[in-house]
């Protein structure tokens, strides 16, 4: 027994030494952190800054006498309205995510600028970064074609608040020269926020002169809702300019899209999000009419793409002017649940006075289904985009 | 042989010495249905008399007599009971008896089968015995039958059980086509903790059969179970050694006919044994101080060591202190090769080639520590430690050809995304227990346990890199190179992962025998748990132009120099430290949560034997039941948080075994039972997986205010009514038939499904009104051959499931979450509609000394939905498969055995599809696992 007990020691003990550990060699870092990061944007000493976050559940009225800082996600609940006067800058912590403006499913905001007293949403670090706080969101009661229809919502991809419903003509408030600058905040590990988000915005919202300007993520995202927009500029967003999906049917009139160093698509568009389906009854697609459109790329041999349109999305886009991109147009489709095609042969999704200026393809058809480019553009050469110069004036920063 | 023999001799010396007014019996048992192998722990007594003792692994005895005639009582469970009158025993005389021949037989009574603690459940007789016996509908597997189908772990053990499968690549155990949220595991009857986030109950992989006595599933209910059980209960008993003193040793080695021959790596930094040594480091100073490329794991042969040591020793007349000690120690390569899709309405991801390296390893002890004060009175302790790792590396589009839908490249969108993720879990749990046996008096029994378990759940330092335009790291042009997909700073991420379970839980039964034929049990369940969670990840953003992307050389860019010095590379995190910028810096914790859940029941049941056949089992449990979730979470309005429940439950159960003659039972149980919610299913964190996101649900727990709800009932469980029907045929000698027949139904069933939020981020809801199973069983074990001896050569086992399936689904869903169902109505997640597990084994020897067991097993499973698709996305299916493992064993002389094993031996493709439009189909995975080849050598000393 003696041997038997000698042996089993030796056997913990081998054991024991075969669970040797994994490497460590984890340096020490020490970070001297003289940076003062936050700081306010040299407001005089007379006015009164004040935080603002949380939910509020009774109407904000912003002071033109106060200086004021988004410190957190600030959400106007249903009934509420949040005012803002023309001319006033609000600045937003600059801590990366969870810092934006959430305008629910039923509340307002009444941000109702000039051309000489915009209102600017910005970041208030000392030398400001596209991602350095969210931006701003509107939730609406109108269509998506994410849901069956009727009053079903989805959730937001910020904040997961509720969307979407049966009212066309709702209204979320007036924007109107409103600029948000150094957004797109992180919101989780896949998704940032835009400068704009319109969640299911009805189109008794009036939304006129709005500019992104610089931003982390997407410049301007639509998901559903029937919200026309008039007077849109987006400068060096990061990812797309333009997005649409979940059955987005507004007017966008007058669009003028910049690419920077960093960037995505000038326009994305799907017909729903293929993540959830097309749930609507009866079924939809998005199908936003663009009119007096101008997208600046870098150059054709920097390669990508104006315009992408995919997921069975209609388009009608009249008197567009594209410079310097690979492609102007990449359809993607298929013949099922994918019918971004199937809009061409329709005459549903069409390209009416398009000018392509420094583009190597026009049209690059992946749709699965073919048609020609003149099934689909018409009037080559003769867009000449929007009057930027003219309507930009004074109110916008490029 | 020699050795124990003269440990005997001087045991016995030394005994002779101290009593010396008594004399001493010895002996051998010797096994009739085993080919007359010695029959360890067979129950030896003097009748009339406490003096007793069990034998041990060589089937011998010795005991300490009395003076006088007596008559030795020798017994094993499931065998004939042998009585041998008019010994003679002399004070310091010695009786050597000749060897006793025990054959197997149904003749022993129902007490004696509850007597757990004395008798050595391993062998197919006795667990049939015990199950014949059971007062509830309970399969069991023991040792014995899982080492002849070579079974290395718990997790195969169930698979051989009838209505049970798993799902490939996964740890998921179905029963009865429910999966883990509808089972519980246990440990010696004592609640077990998960050992990962999102399951409810502990990788049966962890519990190798070194350490297993039986492993049984109970699918009725009885009422000393927690409310919270729908499909079933898994039991895992523990070696519990009471001999005389043994030691084993076992030595493995595998080959994946898939990894031989290939580069394998496995993550930078973690043990080859599976141990990590960087917790406790700030995960910031690891980010900069370590890298992100794999490293080289070595030749790809797996092997295992294992030794298992048992000593007894008597102390005064009646006590008895046994010890056992286990430890083993394996690893495993595997090399999966094949494609993968994400695919929903539309392709986002494609990747037509992947490998996965997964390099795995197991770590056991077990020590047990078993007094017996005397016949009366026992006390056991067990303690076990598990290590488990599991290191995972993944090389998506190795050939250039992946797609991305949000491709970025300004080359081509079409082709080039690759990715790699490198990924190391750690388990490390902790099970301690005490538990109790007590005969108090002779109609009073007394039976408890306490337990306290730890788990520490770890996914340290995972690292995902994503890259666009990857045929330019395999063309010859040094000039072109791939780049980084920099859509999110955390397209390129490390992430740390720290789960903390603690649980105290315990059981308490007293079963009075009023009369010979009625028995009343009362007592107490109950447990106390906690978790805490949270992790956090640092993403990488801003890289400098002048970097060079060598996809095999990712430290050059992913290292702390880039970062603090030449401010190549910037870091990015969730939550700033608060006055800090979250670039280039430490941050705070991204998400975290906190649980507790408690359950305290009583119950009552009583077994009534109305006459010789018929026996009825009513029983009743009230519980108090709680839990309490808060969460403190990204990207979310309502937060920080808590949610709390508290309910009481009254379940009322009967069971009935009418027996039809000696070896022929009917069995009917009625119960009604209550599923409930996890933490995970209620806490809304998204996890974020390679391709999936995963997110909890409040609404599982009712309703709140300031949310409008449709299809929302405000509850927070599920009641579930079971209904059993079973006729089993015992055939003797390890021989059973049975046909059994079940029914359950499931209200407010809860299905994890893609929510309406714009991510295609999962979430559970509770999706209809009822869900329903129906099902038959059918199962046979059966002698074929017989050798001159009348010795089974030949054996078959068998069993099969069919099972339907149906649950309703709502249109719409729409609450603090909302989402969708095209369908009306569909069938269960996870249940396939047919399942079979048959082996055949087949008996030689070869000349004088070699002992050979050929067994052929097989699994086979029809397809089944993996996830069901929400909204119009068709369901994902697991499409079905067959398995064949051979195993050959080979017993040489007394000491050695040496064995063959060849797993997975018809390769099938391991395919996940998801159903689309015209009853098409969209491929996701395909995947083979290769041969597994492996050679074993076992002594006992």
């Given at each position: 027994m003696k041997t038997t007990l000698l042996t089993l020691l030796i056997f913990i003990a081998t054991s024991f030494l075969l669970i040797s550990c994994g490497d460590d060699d984890t340096a020490d870092i020490i970070i001297y952190d003289n940076s003062v990061v936050n700081n306010g944007g040299g407001d005089t000493p007379t006015s009164q800054q004040i935080n603002l976050s949380g939910t509020y559940v009774d109407d904000l009225t912003l002071d033109a006498n106060n200086s004021y800082i988004v410190n957190g996600p600030l959400v106007m609940t249903e009934g509420t309205t949040l005012t803002i006067p023309a001319g006033m800058t609000i600045r937003a912590l600059a801590a990366g995510s969870d810092v934006y403006v959430a305008i629910a499913q039923g509340a307002k905001i009444i941000a109702n600028g000039t051309a000489d007293m915009p209102i600017v949403f910005t970041s208030n670090a000392s030398s400001p970064q596209a991602g350095d706080w969210g931006g701003l969101i509107l939730l609406g009661k109108a269509p998506i074609n994410s849901v069956t229809g009727g009053n079903e919502t989805a959730t937001s991809e910020i904040g997961s608040l509720p969307y979407g419903g049966n009212n066309p003509n709702d209204d979320s408030g007036v924007l109107r020269y409103i600029r948000v600058e150094y957004s797109g905040g992180k919101a989780d590990g896949q998704s940032e926020n835009n400068g704009f988000s319109f969640y299911g915005v009805g189109d008794a919202t009036v939304v006129q002169y709005v500019e992104m300007f610089e931003g982390l993520d997407d410049g301007f995202e639509f998901f559903g809702g029937t919200v026309n927009v008039d007077f849109l500029v987006a400068v060096n967003a990061q990812d797309d300019s333009i997005d649409w999906t979940e059955g987005y049917i507004g007017t966008i009139t007058n669009a003028h899209v910049i690419h920077g160093p960093e960037h995505d698509k000038g326009i994305e568009g799907d017909g729903y999000n293929t993540d959830i389906g097309n749930n609507s009854n009866p079924v939809f697609w998005s199908h936003p009419t663009i009119e007096n459109l101008t997208i600046i790329g870098l150059g054709s041999d920097t390669g990508n793409e104006a315009i992408r349109l995919r997921a069975g999305t209609r388009v009608t886009i009249t008197n567009a002017y594209i410079e310097g991109f690979n492609e102007g147009f990449d359809m993607d489709g298929d013949d099922t649940n994918n019918p971004t095609g199937e809009g061409v042969l329709l005459d549903e999704t069409n390209a009416v006075n398009i000018s392509f200026v420094d583009v190597n393809i026009k049209l690059k058809n992946d749709t699965g289904v073919s048609f020609t480019e003149i099934d689909f553009i018409q009037g080559d050469g003769n867009g000449n985009g929007t009057d930027f110069a003219f309507w930009g004036a004074r109110w916008t920063v490029e | 042989m020699i050795k124990n023999r003269l440990l005997i001799l001087l045991f016995i010396l030394t005994c002779g010495s101290v009593f010396s007014q008594k004399g001493i019996i010895s002996g051998q048992t010797l096994d009739a249905e085993m080919n007359s192998e010695p029959l360890p722990f067979a129950n030896v007594f003097i009748k009339g008399t406490t003096t007793g003792a069990t034998t041990d692994f060589d089937g011998n005895f010795s005991l300490n007599v009395d003076e006088g005639i007596v008559t030795l009582v020798i017994s094993f469970v499931g065998y004939q009971t042998i009585e041998i009158e008019n010994i003679n025993v002399v004070a310091g005389e010695t009786v050597e008896l000749n060897p006793i021949i025990l054959k197997a037989d149904e003749g022993e009574s129902l007490d004696e089968v509850a007597v757990t603690a004395s008798t050595k459940k391993e062998s197919v007789q006795s667990l049939l015995t015990e199950q014949k016996k059971a007062v509830e509908l309970k399969t069991a597997i023991g040792a014995d039958e899982l080492s002849e189908k070579s079974v290395s772990n718990a997790s195969g053990a169930v698979t051989k059980i009838s209505g049970v499968s798993k799902e490939e690549g996964s740890n998921n155990v179905y029963v009865r086509g429910l999966g883990d949220r509808y089972l519980n595991t246990t440990f010696n009857g004592l609640t077990l903790p998960s050992n990962s986030i999102d399951k409810k109950n502990i990788n049966l992989d962890l519990f190798t059969t070194d350490i297993i006595e039986n492993v049984s599933i109970s699918k009725s209910y009885s009422p000393h179970f927690f409310a919270d059980f729908s499909a079933g209960n898994v039991n895992i008993n523990s070696k519990e050694y009471t001999g005389n003193g043994f030691f084993d040793i076992s030595l493995k080695s595998e080959m994946n006919t898939n990894a031989i021959g290939s580069d394998f790596v496995k993550s930078e930094g973690t043990g080859r044994f599976g141990f990590y040594n960087r917790y406790d480091n700030n995960p910031f100073a690891v980010v900069l101080s370590h890298g992100v490329d794999p490293v080289s794991a070595g030749t790809p042969i797996a092997y295992s060591i294992s030794g298992a040591a048992g000593k007894s020793f008597n102390i005064g007349d009646d006590s008895r202190l046994s010890l056992f000690i286990s430890a083993s120690f394996d690893n495993n390569y595997t090399l999966y090769n094949g494609s993968e899709i994400d695919y929903t309405n539309d392709y986002n991801k494609r990747f037509p080639n992947v490998d996965r390296y997964k390099y795995s390893t197991n770590t056991t002890l077990l020590g047990s520590a078993i007094y017996r004060f005397n016949s009366e009175h026992k006390i056991s302790f067990n303690s076990l430690f598990i290590n488990s790792s599991g290191d995972e590396v993944g090389f998506y589009g190795t050939q250039g050809d992946g797609f991305y839908r949000d491709s970025r490249s300004f080359v081509d969108t079409d082709r080039g995304f690759y990715q790699m993720n490198v990924q190391f879990n750690q388990d490390l749990i902790f099970v301690n227990q005490l538990l109790g046996n007590h005969t108090l008096t002779e109609k009073i029994k007394l039976d408890w346990g306490i337990g306290y378990n730890n788990v520490y759940s770890h996914e340290p330092d995972r690292k995902r890199i994503s890259i666009e335009d990857y045929f330019y790291a395999l063309d010859d042009d040094l000039n072109t190179h791939p780049v980084l997909l920099t859509n999110n700073s955390f397209d390129n991420q490390r992430y740390f992962q720290k789960v903390i379970d603690d649980e105290l839980n315990g059981r308490l039964k007293i079963s009075y025998q009023v009369t010979e034929h009625t028995k009343i049990n009362i007592g107490y369940t109950g447990r106390t748990k906690s978790r805490e969670f949270e992790n956090i990840r640092y993403g990488y953003k801003n890289f400098d132009d002048?970097?060079?992307?060598?996809?095999?050389?990712?430290?050059?860019?992913?290292?702390?120099?880039?970062?603090?010095?030449?401010?190549?590379?910037?870091?990015?995190?969730?939550?700033?430290?608060?006055?800090?910028?979250?670039?280039?810096?430490?941050?705070?914790?991204?998400?975290?949560?906190?649980?507790?859940?408690?359950?305290?029941?009583?119950?009552?049941?009583?077994?009534?034997?109305?006459?010789?056949?018929?026996?009825?089992?009513?029983?009743?449990?009230?519980?108090?039941?709680?839990?309490?979730?808060?969460?403190?979470?990204?990207?979310?309005?309502?937060?920080?948080?808590?949610?709390?429940?508290?309910?009481?439950?009254?379940?009322?159960?009967?069971?009935?075994?009418?027996?039809?003659?000696?070896?022929?039972?009917?069995?009917?149980?009625?119960?009604?039972?209550?599923?409930?919610?996890?933490f995970k299913e209620m806490a809304p964190y998204v996890y974020e997986g390679v391709t999936e996101r995963v997110g909890g649900n409040p609404d599982l727990l009712g309703w709140q205010d300031g949310v409008s709800y449709i299809n929302v009932k405000d509850v927070s469980y599920s009641d579930i009514l079971n209904f059993d029907l079973k006729y089993e045929w015992f055939m003797g000698n390890g021989q059973i038939v049975s046909f059994a027949g079940f029914a359950k139904q499931i209200k407010n069933p809860v299905n994890l499904v893609v929510a309406n939020d714009a991510t295609g981020t999962q979430r559970y809801f509770r999706t209809g009104d009822k869900a329903s199973v129906y099902g038959l069983e059918l199962e046979l074990r059966k002698h074929i051959l017989f050798n001159a001896d009348e010795q089974a050569i030949l054996t078959t086992g068998f069993n099969a499931t069919y099972m339907h399936t149906e649950q309703d689904l709502f249109s719409t869903i729409s609450g603090t979450y909302s989402t969708s169902f095209a369908r009306s109505k569909d069938q269960l997640e996870g249940a396939s509609p047919f399942l079979l597990n048959a082996d055949l084994s087949y008996n030689a020897t070869f000349g004088k000394s070699i002992k050979s067991t050929f067994n052929v097993v097989a699994n086979y499973y029809s397809d089944r939905i993996y996830a069901l698709g929400s909204g119009q996305l068709g369901n994902k299916i697991e499409k079905g498969f067959a398995a064949l493992d051979f195993i050959w064993k080979n017993r040489i002389g007394d000491n050695i055995e040496l064995n063959f094993t060849a797993k997975n031996l018809l390769n099938p493709d391991l395919q996940i599809i998801r159903e689309i439009q015209n009853n098409d189909e969209i491929l996701l995975s395909n995947y083979k696992r290769g041969i597994n080849l492996g050679l074993q050598f076992n002594y006992k000393f």
């Open positions: - | 002048s970097l060079i992307v060598d996809p095999r050389n990712l430290n050059s860019i992913f290292n702390g120099n880039n970062v603090l010095i030449d401010s190549l590379v910037q870091t990015d995190v969730f939550r700033p430290i608060p006055g800090m910028s979250p670039t280039n810096r430490p941050g705070l914790p991204e998400n975290t949560y906190t649980g507790n859940m408690d359950a305290h029941g009583g119950f009552v049941s009583a077994e009534f034997n109305l006459n010789d056949k018929l026996l009825l089992v009513p029983g009743f449990r009230a519980e108090y039941f709680s839990q309490e979730i808060n969460y403190d979470v990204i990207n979310l309005v309502n937060n920080p948080s808590s949610l709390k429940v508290t309910e009481e439950f009254y379940l009322p159960t009967l069971n009935v075994r009418y027996a039809l003659n000696d070896s022929q039972n009917l069995r009917a149980s009625v119960s009604k039972t209550i599923s409930t919610p996890e």
